[in-house]
């Protein structure tokens, strides 16, 4: 079965930074795209980043993380890592990484396929 294991969440003060990491497995990675999406407290669940699969890798932000924020994908290890840097308070929230069996990713979150269980990230002002 295809299982995705997110991990790196924690407790930061503003302006820090956190790598996470989904390993993934029952996939053939590198035919994947990969992405990020987060669900904050009271709120919906809402696209961070994506990367295309080896082909090309490339990426797509959200207007709230770019320059912040960096997706990259190792392909040898069947890993997706986020890495967030001069985080902000409101980036509090639960990340999830998830696949979608195409080379082009999208921000929606019905077009994926598979999901991690999520990884807690809590900012503090």
């Known amino acids: 079965q295809v299982q995705l294991v997110e991990s790196g969440g924690g407790l930061v003060q503003a302006g820090g930074s956190l790598r996470l990491s989904c390993a993934a497995s029952?996939?053939?990675?590198?035919?994947?795209?990969m992405a990020w999406f987060r669900q904050g407290p009271g709120k919906e669940r809402e696209f961070v980043a994506a990367v295309r699969t080896w082909s090309d890798s490339s990426t797509l932000y959200a207007d709230s993380v770019k320059g912040r924020f960096t997706i990259s994908r190792d392909n040898a290890k069947n890993t997706v890592y986020l890495i967030m840097s001069n985080l902000k308070p409101e980036d509090t929230a639960v990340y999830y990484c998830?696949?979608?069996?195409?080379?082009?990713?999208?921000?929606?979150?019905?077009?994926?396929?598979?999901w991690g269980q999520g990884t807690q990230v809590t900012v503090s002002s």
């Open positions: 998830a696949t979608k069996r195409t080379v082009f990713p999208g921000t929606n979150p019905a077009a994926y396929d598979y």
């Open positions: 029952g996939l053939i990675f590198s035919r994947c795209a």
